[in-house]
């Protein structure tokens, strides 16, 4: 099942779900931008809690993870966090701001587990807490596209 919903009339947001079409991180960023949106940037609180209740109240999603528009630095993956610090980064450019997303995570992540732990995605269980996890793993995703 894929939804639309809107946000301040300002975005709304695309839940690609649908086993067929789930991608690694870098197809998923790609399949965004090819429709002219980006992997959702969850970087203000209205945002997160309109996502985080969607996903959490709608019995249709399937329980599986879904890619959000946040990553490490390119340059850094497959490395130690700096200052054993996540130093993850929304595709707008600003950096994750742990004290606005720290509710959202699963207990122990970020982890960065192995140093191969590059992405966010949207975990799944029932909760559809933040984790992170390899790029190259396959999900489904949530692009985002902008009203104004």
């Not at 850094?76 to 707008?92: E, S, V």
């Amino acid at each position: 099942m894929d939804s639309l919903l809107h946000v301040q009339s300002s975005s709304c947001f695309q839940v690609i779900s649908d086993i067929a079409v789930r991608k690694n991180w870098t197809d998923a960023r790609d399949a965004c931008d090819s429709e002219g949106g980006r992997l959702a940037v969850l970087d203000t609180k209205d945002k997160i809690d309109t996502v985080m209740d969607v996903m959490r109240d709608n019995p249709d999603f399937p329980l599986v993870s879904y890619h959000l528009g946040a990553h490490r630095p390119m340059d850094r993956w497959d490395t130690a966090w700096p200052n054993g610090k996540p130093d993850y980064i929304w595709l707008n450019g600003q950096p994750l701001d742990l004290n606005l997303t720290e509710p959202y995570w699963n207990v122990h992540d970020p982890n960065n587990w192995g140093n191969s732990q590059n992405v966010m995605i949207l975990s799944n269980n029932q909760k559809r807490l933040w984790g992170d996890t390899a790029a190259v793993a396959d999900g489904g995703y949530i692009c985002e596209f902008s009203l104004i």
